[in-house]
């Protein structure tokens, strides 16, 4: 059974950083792309940054520069590193993996960011 749990959500000021952690289980963690997604309030589900097994990480143009994603396929984590903070990121993010057809989800971080 796949299972993927985040933390490091929070409340920080405009200009500060967070780092989100992602734990997946239940996969051959290194055989798969991971991504970070997010839902602000009253906002469609929008994709923040999709790590492919090798290669270049795609990010949303919004967060280019401010946001890496990195993963240790040692520790089956995938981490979203959050700098510059803007309040226009207050959102949920989640963690995601798709294995097969299916997207599968964590239950989601509360990122909240004051001005």
């Known amino acids: 059974q796949v299972q993927l749990a985040e933390s490091g959500g929070g409340l920080v000021q405009a200009g500060g950083s967070l780092r989100l952690s992602c734990v997946a289980s239940?996969?051959?963690?290194?055989?798969?792309?991971m991504g970070w997604y997010r839902q602000g309030p009253g906002k469609q589900r929008e994709l923040v940054a999709l790590?492919?097994?090798?290669?270049?990480?795609n990010y949303a143009d919004s967060v280019k520069g401010r946001f890496t994603l990195s993963r240790d396929n040692a520790k089956n984590t995938v981490y979203l590193q959050m700098n510059s903070l803007k309040p226009e990121d207050t959102a949920v993010y989640y963690c995601?993996?798709?294995?097969?057809?299916?997207?599968?989800w964590g239950q989601g971080t509360q990122v909240t960011v004051s001005s």
């Open positions: 790590s492919p097994i090798i290669g270049v990480t």
């Open positions: 239940g996969i051959t963690f290194r055989a798969y792309r």
């Open positions: 995601t993996v798709r294995v097969g057809t299916f997207d599968h």
